[in-house]
């Protein structure tokens, strides 16, 4: 069965590392703690550390109701989307009516790991199964150069801030490391990036690099043999991202509900192959839904190594 188009719940989606996911976004668009060059949501617009209540809970609440009464086969239920979900403090009381009304589902948590050095932003998200933290940089030229943040944030905070989670954390952590060629991929920042996540003492640390558009065009994908150099700076936890071939399998929709995709496009650019897989729906189905959309101009396509992606406009 296909979703239908909600503002706050998204896909189920094919996720690298969370395999079908469904989203869960608890912000307004582009809000965010970082304007990470590579970010595939495109440019932050509200570039803040302030945590307030973007999206009510309940909002947030009636949409998951809707979606998971249908018990949808699914391996993680992910915060994730337009920006920093620990920005909301809505986010631990979804986590709670989450765990009472669908304990079957496992909860994840996409997060920059930026705010962590906030004690009632580590409380927020106790009760997350995994949490994926992103770690880019440590030196502040490089931080400053890569993650664009807000001016109130500096690096070696973040770092104390993720070492402090680790200790209350009982649940996976883990932490990606997005690698930028001719930024962050010096031996110099790549000895830095080692040392720190020794002393946070993650379970996973994911090599990960451009799978779709990043915010600036410049921003290009490593060569095989450069990530594995750069893997060899970290231990045997570490790993190389790759992408999931998981989908949900056929959809009994005969017609495309063209709001859903465009929804599924909005948040990040995807490939006529991520949308079989987040819909279930035919090739030839999906071909005529993406046609109407870019004659409508509400999306448009880009070539990239990995294929044609559709972005919205």
């Given at each position: 069965?296909?979703s239908?188009?909600y503002k706050h719940?998204?896909?189920?989606?094919?996720?690298?590392?969370l395999?079908?996911?469904?989203g869960?976004?608890?912000?307004?668009?582009?809000t965010c703690?970082?304007d990470?060059v590579?970010?595939?949501?495109?440019?932050?617009?509200?570039?803040?550390i302030?945590?307030?209540e973007y999206?009510?809970?309940d909002?947030i609440i009636?949409?998951?109701d809707?979606?998971?009464r249908f018990?949808p086969?699914l391996?993680?239920?992910?915060?994730?989307?337009?920006?920093?979900?620990?920005l909301?403090p809505?986010?631990?009381k979804?986590?709670s009516?989450?765990?009472?009304?669908?304990p079957?589902?496992k909860?994840?948590?996409?997060?920059?790991g930026?705010?962590?050095?906030?004690?009632?932003?580590?409380k927020?998200v106790?009760?997350?199964?995994l949490?994926?933290a992103s770690?880019?940089?440590v030196?502040?030229?490089?931080?400053?150069?890569?993650?664009?943040?807000?001016?109130?944030?500096?690096?070696?905070?973040?770092i104390?801030?993720?070492?402090?989670?680790?200790?209350?954390?009982?649940h996976?952590l883990w932490?990606?490391?997005?690698i930028?060629?001719?930024?962050n991929?010096?031996?110099?920042?790549l000895?830095?990036?080692?040392?720190?996540?020794?002393?946070?003492g993650?379970?996973?640390?994911?090599?990960?690099?451009?799978?779709?558009?990043?915010?600036?065009s410049?921003?290009k994908?490593?060569?095989?043999?450069?990530?594995?150099?750069?893997?060899?700076?970290?231990d045997?936890?570490?790993?190389?991202?790759?992408?999931?071939?998981?989908?949900?399998?056929?959809?009994h929709q005969?017609?495309?509900d063209?709001?859903?995709?465009?929804?599924l496009i909005?948040?990040r650019?995807c490939?006529l192959?991520d949308l079989?897989?987040?819909?279930?729906?035919s090739?030839?189905?999906?071909?005529?839904?993406?046609?109407?959309l870019?004659?409508?101009?509400?999306?448009?396509?880009?070539?990239m190594e990995?294929?044609?992606?559709?972005?919205?406009?």
């Amino acid at each position: 069965m296909t979703s239908k188009s909600y503002k706050h719940v998204f896909g189920p989606v094919p996720s690298r590392r969370l395999g079908m996911s469904l989203g869960v976004d608890l912000l307004v668009p582009k809000t965010c703690s970082l304007d990470c060059v590579y970010c595939e949501s495109g440019k932050t617009t509200a570039l803040t550390i302030e945590r307030k209540e973007y999206i009510p809970a309940d909002n947030i609440i009636a949409e998951l109701d809707d979606h998971l009464r249908f018990k949808p086969q699914l391996d993680h239920v992910t915060f994730s989307g337009w920006g920093e979900p620990v920005l909301s403090p809505a986010l631990p009381k979804v986590v709670s009516y989450l765990k009472n009304r669908y304990p079957f589902y496992k909860i994840a948590l996409l997060t920059n790991g930026t705010l962590f050095f906030l004690e009632q932003a580590r409380k927020d998200v106790l009760d997350v199964d995994l949490i994926i933290a992103s770690l880019d940089a440590v030196s502040q030229e490089v931080f400053k150069r890569l993650n664009r943040p807000h001016p109130s944030l500096d690096p070696d905070r973040i770092i104390q801030g993720l070492v402090d989670l680790r200790k209350e954390f009982n649940h996976e952590l883990w932490l990606e490391i997005f690698i930028v060629p001719g930024v962050n991929d010096t031996d110099k920042e790549l000895r830095l990036l080692s040392k720190s996540v020794k002393h946070i003492g993650a379970d996973k640390i994911q090599i990960n690099s451009l799978d779709r558009p990043g915010t600036e065009s410049w921003v290009k994908k490593p060569e095989k043999s450069d990530l594995e150099r750069i893997q060899s700076y970290f231990d045997c936890h570490s790993y190389i991202g790759t992408e999931t071939n998981r989908g949900v399998g056929a959809s009994h929709q005969s017609v495309p509900d063209e709001s859903l995709i465009f929804n599924l496009i909005k948040r990040r650019p995807c490939t006529l192959a991520d949308l079989m897989k987040s819909t279930g729906l035919s090739k030839e189905n999906l071909e005529e839904s993406l046609e109407r959309l870019v004659s409508d101009h509400k999306i448009y396509s880009e070539v990239m190594e990995r294929g044609l992606f559709y972005k919205s406009i």
